[in-house]
T-cell receptor, first 114, second 114 residues
Framework: AQSVTQPDIHITVSEGASLELRCNYS??????LFWYVQSPGQGLQLLLKYFSGDTLVQGIKGFEAEFKRSQSSFNLRKPSVHWSDAAEYFCAVGARTSYDKVIFGPGTSLSVIP | KAGVTQTPRYLIKTRGQQVTLSCSPISGHRSVSWYQQTPGQGLQFLFEYFSETQRNKGNFPGRFSGRQFSNSRSEMNVSTLELGDSALYLC?????????????FGPGTRLTVL
């Protein structure tokens, strides 16, 4: 069964600073990996996803993530954070078949200091 | 195209009552998944429907049920409400299933059980 951990419950960064959110997964095969963002009062929105190919994945809003199989990690990065990036970020692991469920990590809450 | 819509947005019920939540997926999406989001447990998978059939189910008691109609709209029902059922209930649609596809989330229904 899949599982996901996000070691950081809450992170605070200054506007303009770089950001890295950590994600570790457990899955028996090559996983489908996702990062979603949830702004206050909103549903979740996909930032990016990875299955195969280039291990550095580009997403929306200037985010990128790097898949490292040896570390079972899929960390999310952004070189310069904007105040509007303050939100909850969820890493998730899927599966090969479309009908399999997706398991979400506990989330990391990001605060941005102006 | 229109996004995922959920109705109602807010609900207040008392213990022992039952509730029905509704979700309209993006046009053309045949899969609808439901999640319960709470501060303590995070995002937990309830069930997934595809072409009116439940294909996957999470670890929730039988009080939680759902269905999907021929137009892909879905409803979930919670009977005999308990205080612990207070949560944000999110619906997500995808083309043919959540496992390796992007899920599009609705804004959620905030259920409060008194």
């Amino acid at each position: 069964a899949q599982s996901v951990t996000q070691p950081d419950i809450h992170i605070t960064v200054s506007e303009g600073a770089s950001l890295e959110l950590r994600c570790n997964y457990s899955y028996g095969a090559t996983p489908y990996l996702f990062w979603y963002v949830q702004s206050p009062g909103q549903g979740l929105q996909l930032l990016l996803k990875y299955f195969s190919g280039d291990t550095l994945v580009q997403g929306i809003k200037g985010f990128e993530a790097e898949f490292k199989r040896s570390q079972s990690s899929f960390n999310l990065r952004k070189p310069s954070v904007h105040w509007s990036d303050a939100a909850e970020y969820f890493c998730a692991v899927g599966a090969r078949t479309s009908y399999d469920k997706v398991i979400f990590g506990p989330g990391t809450s990001l605060s941005v200091i102006p | 195209k229109a996004g995922v819509t959920q109705t109602p947005r807010y609900l207040i019920k008392t213990r022992g009552q039952q509730v029905t939540l509704s979700c309209s997926p993006i046009s053309g999406h045949r899969s609808v998944s439901w999640y319960q989001q709470t501060p303590g447990q995070g995002l937990q998978f309830l069930f997934e429907y595809f072409s009116e059939t439940q294909r996957n189910k999470g670890n929730f008691p039988g009080r939680f049920s759902g269905r999907q109609f021929s137009n892909s709209r879905s409803e979930m029902n919670v009977s005999t409400l308990e205080l612990g059922d207070s949560a944000l209930y999110l619906c997500a649609s995808s083309l043919d299933g959540p496992g390796h596809n992007e899920q599009f989330f609705g804004p959620g229904t905030r259920l409060t059980v008194l």
